[in-house]
T-cell receptor, first 115, second 117 residues
Framework: EAGVAQSPRYKIIEKRQSVAFWCNPI?????LYWYQQILGQGPKLLIQFQNNGVVDDSQLPKDRFSAERLKGVDSTLKIQPAKLEDSAVYLC?????????????FGPGTRLTVL | EDKVVQSPLSLVVHEGDTVTLNCSYEVTNFRSLLWYKQEKKAPTFLFMLTSSGIEKKSGRLSSILDKKELFSILNITATQTGDSAVYLC?????????????????FGKGTLLTVNP
């Protein structure tokens, strides 16, 4: 079974530039999550999708971050404009269903460095 | 706001030692506690704990949950260099009583374990 795919694996940009990350979840997984993991901390949920609808985006900085999952499969996360404090690993995860407990499978992450 | 606190933040041991990692939490509407291992990539699932006092085991790793005192421990016996990683604790909590998709994971900062030969 193919895992969660993410691209790019690494990205370096200057502050105030824009960047987009892509995630393709495991086939058939209805729920998709984007996490931000700053160095030395645990992952923090940014947004959760159930199919193509947003379930939770309470911790997404909506003035600069946006995400979509138009066809209920793959998803993009965008930052526009980026700040220095956005430097982190962005993890995408998927699970078969939401609710109790469907194991979340994580992708390899995209490491973003903002200079 | 839900809180998950792990200790110690880092630990250095020698191969063969036994280690105990701690995770305490304060959440509303607790449903489960999970342990993950994170090497230089994505977290991989180790255990899910929902009931107090029932030990989960997988090889040299074991974990137990105390829902009264709101903590969990992860034990690793006879450590090997391949156990070197960040161990993350996460708590699953429901945000309401609608069930279904209304839950989320809150992670601790992790414990960085280094096992030296």
């Amino acid at each position: 079974e193919a895992g969660v795919a993410q691209s790019p694996r690494y990205k370096i940009i200057e502050k105030r530039q824009s960047v987009a990350f892509w995630c393709n979840p495991i086939s058939g997984h209805a729920t998709l999550y984007w996490y931000q993991q700053i160095l030395g901390q645990g992952p923090k949920l940014l947004i959760q999708f159930q199919n193509n609808g947003v379930v939770d985006d309470s911790q997404l900085p909506k003035d600069r971050f946006s995400a979509e999952r138009l066809k209920g499969v793959d998803s993009t996360l965008k930052i526009q404009p980026a700040k220095l404090e956005d430097s982190a690993v962005y993890l995408c995860a998927s699970s078969l269903l939401a609710g109790w407990y469907n194991e979340q499978f994580f992708g390899p992450g995209t490491r973003l460095t903002v200079l | 706001e839900d809180k998950v606190v792990q200790s110690p933040l880092s630990l250095v041991v020698h191969e063969g030692d036994t280690v105990t990692l701690n995770c305490s939490y304060e959440v509303t509407n607790f449903r489960s506690l999970l342990w993950y291992k994170q090497e230089k990539k994505a977290p991989t699932f180790l255990f899910m704990l929902t009931s107090s006092g029932i030990e989960k085991k997988s090889g040299r790793l074991s974990s137990i949950l105390d829902k009264k005192e709101l903590f969990s421990i992860l034990n690793i016996t006879a450590t090997q260099t391949g156990d070197s990683a960040v161990y993350l604790c996460a708590v699953e909590a429901s945000k309401g009583n609608s069930g279904g998709s209304n839950y989320k994971l809150t992670f601790g900062k992790g414990t960085l374990l280094t096992v030296n030969p």
